[in-house]
């Protein structure tokens, strides 16, 4: 049992479905979601869209009990803006919670991957922690009522998922590339000391632009405090200021570095053009996930890449004809 085993199946019926002409190398990557893992998804975040390319979100849920779970009307065919874009349906095995991975979309027409809006990119995340970075439950509230009785398990919200990303870069051209890519290949720093660590190059750029007269022990004491400076919920919420007329408020973005960038050809050539790529830990191989997979795509090759600042990936990878 593998707790990433909805990515698996999806990987393997995108590439059938690629095979079999039902969606093409150049087809908008969620309208690729949505035709390939439809029945798996507990939650959408382009709900509009969705139904007009004729998926209906809401098909086969009584609408009063979607009204019950506190899902707003003008919430059932929108379009949220929240992360992720995708959340898969968990599934349960002896009582435990397995699968419900997390998939945030990612579609270029250069090389670089574009920014990472409003989260910071983890190898896993719970439905706790999607809530209070949005400052919003409506995550968590749709998965519940698409997650149907397995929502009712005490662990469902706090559940660590992984979080994956469907990238493809050089979108339209003979160069493309497209990657299920796990969230850990972007997390070589730990989240809580990459966000004090920013506020601390922050201070020091003033200190050196202003010429500030700061100690040892006044910067130690900083750092100390800015150390402190974790939640990310926290600082993205409005601040009320004593006197102001607004609530300023901060967003944090991130942009990917070029090693960062699992398609860069001068860091990662063993990721080519015109291929659909699983891109994994090291840590997260075994025979069995290989077996599985060359069983169902006998086609696949193997690879590993050694990150730049991260260990060891294991890629699967499919060529397009």
Not at 55 to 63: A, C, E, Q, T, V
Not at 110 to 136: C, H, M, R, W, Y
Not at 174 to 194: C, I, M, N, Q, W
Request: with cysteine; aromatic share 10%.
């Amino acid at each position: 049992m593998l707790d990433f085993e909805d990515v698996i199946d999806f990987y393997t019926a995108l590439i059938d479905n690629l095979k079999k002409g039902t969606i093409g190398a150049d087809s908008p990557l969620d309208m690729t979601m949505l035709r390939v893992a439809w029945d798996q998804l507990a939650y959408i975040d382009n709900r509009r869209d969705a139904k007009k390319y004729g998926y209906d979100f809401w098909r086969g849920l009584d609408s009063t009990a979607v009204a019950g779970k506190g899902v707003g009307k003008n919430q059932l065919y929108s379009e949220s803006q929240e992360f992720p874009d995708f959340v898969f349906r968990t599934r349960k095995e002896r009582g435990q919670l397995y699968c419900g991975s997390l998939l945030e979309t990612k579609d270029t027409v250069g090389g670089s991957i574009s920014s990472f809006n409003s989260t910071i990119p983890t190898g896993t995340k719970s439905l706790q922690e999607v809530d209070a970075i949005n400052s919003s439950k409506i995550v968590s509230k749709i998965a519940c009522l698409k997650d149907g009785g397995n929502a009712e398990i005490p662990n469902y919200h706090s559940y660590q998922r992984r979080c994956f990303y469907f990238i493809r870069t050089h979108k339209g051209t003979p160069r493309a590339k497209t990657s299920l890519v796990d969230g850990s290949f972007f997390e070589t720093v730990p989240k809580d000391h990459l966000i004090s660590q920013m506020f601390l190059n922050i201070l020091e750029q003033h200190r050196v632009k202003n010429k500030l007269d700061v100690s040892k022990t006044q910067l130690d004491e900083m750092e100390r405090l800015f150390a402190q400076i974790t939640d990310q919920a926290i600082i993205a919420g409005s601040q009320s200021i004593e006197k102001a007329s607004i609530k300023p408020r901060l967003r944090i973005m991130a942009e990917v570095n070029p090693e960062g960038n699992p398609h860069s050809q001068q860091h990662y050539p063993q990721i080519e053009e015109k291929t659909v790529n699983l891109i994994l830990p090291l840590r997260l191989f075994t025979e069995e996930l290989k077996t599985r997979l060359l069983g169902k795509i006998p086609a696949l090759t193997q690879s590993t890449l050694q990150h730049k600042r991260n260990g060891k990936y294991v890629v699967f990878q499919y060529k397009l004809n």
